[in-house]
């Protein structure tokens, strides 16, 4: 899949959580990334530079970076 595919995906993700507010979002957004995107899908994103993604889905993406997590 194309980065500039999952770059929109994440974002879309993030935009329709932001009505619950950025922290939220935020979660939420990681959790959906982090349960439902296959391995590639992952790897690819976190592969990518975070300042491409809006805050909420880069700050995310840095989540699903993290180890433990």
Known sequence: ?????LRYMADQIARNLVPHGEALAIEGTFQHIRDYWDPRMK???L???PLALSPI???AVVMLAQPDR
């Open 1 to 5: 899949m194309e980065i500039t595919r």
């Open 57 to 59: 889905a880069a700050a």
């Open 43 to 45: 790897a690819a994103i």
């Open 47 to 49: 592969a990518d530079d």
